[in-house]
């Protein structure tokens, strides 16, 4: 009997199955109830009863073999292209969803693309600032509300530590390092504490531009700027300039651009003004030069910086910002790039 089983274990395993017809041509062959090894189950009582155990046991092998053998055929034959067995067929074609950036990262992209194009160094700063680097080196007053806990996310209560509030820090720690002209762009991650809403979010993300030369002036800034705006939004664009307030800049102004929606005809984008307002900028104040170890006689300098969620959101003309953070996949899908 022990030869039968041996040989039986061996037809099993030498038994191809590639259809359904071999499929039941196997499971008639070996387990129905006329197949060959229920019959050596009816055998099972002319062995010897000293040999029972150890015959039996072999049996039992053999019929959950063909068993098993049986199963696992019939899951691949079940599979769409019948090649593979368990798990992931990654052969499979790709559902409907392809991978793709986030329209933060597309977006940001983009940007630094633009200045790289320019001459400008990517660089990065920390996400936990101290107060040197955040506030008082960029010239904002002791008593600026900027500092207030309203705004700012301190770190366990230290009054020195602090989530950055703008990307404006990574302006001092590269000028901090001495070596001019510096010309850089720093985009990342930044924090404030305010109500979560279609306009306004805790995390959000800016690019900061400065430039540190002899003799910058605010021409150089504005031909700088009409280069960014007209490659980002198109050769139509206009741009203006308004005059406003930083510590850190003087003079200080905003910047629109002709809303690339209506071409300034006036739509809700622009809240029918025909403008945008995408960034703030203006010459670095000599207190800022000074502070970072450089002689504001011999140097200027000018700064800007935009936030990627408000440009992202006038490029693809969306209406809420937490759209940006929800990765629904229904919102990701939309956004193509390479
Ligand atoms: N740091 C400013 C903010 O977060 C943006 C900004 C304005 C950056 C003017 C600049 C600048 O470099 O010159 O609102």
């Avoid at 074609?93 to 200045?115: T, Y």
């Avoid at 901090?176 to 805790?202: D, M, T, W, Y």
Wanted: aromatic share 10%; net charge negative.
């Amino acid at each position: 009997m022990k030869t039968k089983i041996n040989q039986l274990l061996q037809e099993v395993d030498a038994f191809v199955i590639n259809s359904k017809e071999r499929l039941e041509q196997f499971r008639l062959h070996f387990l129905s109830k006329k197949g060959v090894i229920p019959a050596l189950f009816n055998d099972f009582k002319l062995v010897a009863p000293d040999e029972r155990k150890t015959m039996g046991m072999l049996l039992n092998e053999l019929k959950n073999h063909a068993q098993e053998k049986l199963k696992a055929a019939q899951e691949t034959l079940d599979t769409p292209d019948g090649k593979h067995t368990k798990g992931i067929d990654i052969t499979l074609p790709a559902g409907r969803f392809k991978g793709g950036r986030h329209p933060i990262s597309i977006v940001r992209r983009e940007i630094n693309s633009i200045f790289e194009r320019l001459g400008y160094v990517i660089s990065e700063g920390p996400e936990i600032e101290d107060d040197f680097h955040n506030f008082s080196a960029l010239n904002f007053p002791p008593e600026h509300p900027a500092r207030d806990m309203q705004d700012t996310f301190f770190i366990q209560k230290d009054p020195d530590v602090a989530l950055r509030t703008h990307t404006s820090s990574v302006q001092v720690r590269v000028m901090e390092q001495g070596k001019l002209p510096v010309r850089i762009i720093a985009p990342g991650r930044v924090f404030r504490n305010e109500a979560i809403s279609a306009r306004a979010h805790c995390i959000f993300h800016q690019i900061e531009g400065l430039y540190v030369d002899k003799d910058v002036s605010f021409a150089d800034l504005k031909q700088t700027l009409f280069y960014f705006a007209q490659e980002f939004f198109g050769p139509e664009t206009k741009i203006r300039f308004r005059p406003s307030y930083f510590p850190f800049t003087e003079t200080s102004a905003e910047m629109d651009v002709s809303c690339n929606i209506c071409g300034g005809e006036g739509c809700n984008i622009c809240k029918y003004s025909g403008w945008v307002e995408i960034l703030g900028c203006g010459m670095v104040d000599p207190n800022v030069l000074e502070a970072c170890g450089i002689d504001s006689n011999t140097y200027t300098g000018f700064a800007f910086g935009m936030g990627i969620e408000r440009i992202a959101l006038v490029k693809y003309q969306i209406n809420d910002l937490r759209l940006f953070f929800e990765n629904d996949l229904r919102f990701l899908e939309q956004f193509e790039s390479l």
